[in-house]
């Protein structure tokens, strides 16, 4: 069995880093910063969709120049105001001895993800760590995940995709993957079954329960 994870809202809680990131944005920018409530909803898309969406229209011509104010402060220390799941080291260590081989799959620039997964000491747990290019290729997770099945040559009938954003679902059918919405993430419940999902995980703790479920190669 192949299990590719998702970073934020997944493995790691970055919450106080991301919505200060998009703060100092938005105010280099000179824009009004909404409550950190409604930051929250962007934790997880591609930074360029979510600031199209933060920017509006009659700003769009500013989304690369907030994406560099964002990766300015995300780069000096918004990337370590952050924090692992509880429960989540055990959970991959559970699923390593049982023989699953574990990937990180993440819309996240790969020069930052490589640093937090190893910053947070979960790189151990992983067999090989993916995400995008700073000039936005592989945001999209129907393109990384193919990216990612390609050049680690894994079979889609043996191969999951845990997270928490409808991205994640998304892009797992689009590749015939087979998504696990985590629920102790940013995306709801609905979030996740409009998108297609139909195995829910409460917790990382039960993720070796509620994978073999599936019907598929079993661990």
């Known amino acids: 069995m192949n299990i590719l994870f998702d970073l934020d809202g997944t493995l790691t809680d970055p919450r106080e880093g991301i919505v200060a990131c998009f703060k100092y944005a938005l105010r280099g920018l000179g824009c009004p910063t909404p409550p950190d409530s409604e930051l929250e909803?962007?934790?997880?898309?591609?930074?360029?969709?979510?600031?199209?969406?933060?920017?509006?229209?009659?700003?769009?011509?500013?989304?690369?120049?907030?994406?560099?104010?964002?990766?300015?402060?995300?780069?000096?220390?918004?990337?370590?105001?952050?924090?692992?799941?509880?429960?989540?080291?055990?959970?991959?260590?559970?699923?390593?001895?049982?023989g699953a081989a574990l990937y990180v799959a993440t819309a996240k620039p790969l020069v930052f993800a490589e640093r937090i997964v190893e910053h947070f000491g979960l790189r151990c747990y992983f067999q090989a760590v993916y995400g995008s290019e700073l000039d936005g290729t592989r945001t999209d997770k129907v393109d990384l995940i193919a990216h990612v099945l390609e050049?680690?040559?894994?079979?889609?009938?043996?191969?999951?995709?845990?997270?928490?954003?409808?991205?994640?679902?998304?892009?797992?059918?689009?590749?015939?993957?087979?998504?696990?919405?985590?629920?102790?993430?940013?995306?709801?419940?609905?979030?996740?079954?409009?998108a297609g999902a139909t195995v829910f995980c409460e917790r990382p703790e039960l993720l070796g329960e509620v994978l073999p479920f599936h019907g598929r190669v079993g661990i």
């Open 41 to 98: 909803r962007y934790i997880g898309p591609p930074l360029q969709e979510s600031f199209a969406f933060l920017l509006g229209a009659e700003r769009h011509g500013e989304v690369d120049a907030a994406v560099q104010l964002y990766r300015e402060r995300f780069s000096a220390k918004g990337m370590f105001e952050n924090a692992v799941y509880p429960g989540v080291p055990s959970a991959l260590g559970r699923l390593q001895a049982l």
């Open 151 to 194: 050049k680690e040559s894994l079979a889609t009938d043996s191969t999951f995709m845990v997270g928490d954003r409808s991205h994640d679902v998304v892009g797992a059918k689009a590749n015939g993957v087979f998504p696990v919405a985590a629920l102790w993430g940013y995306g709801t419940r609905e979030e996740l079954s409009a």
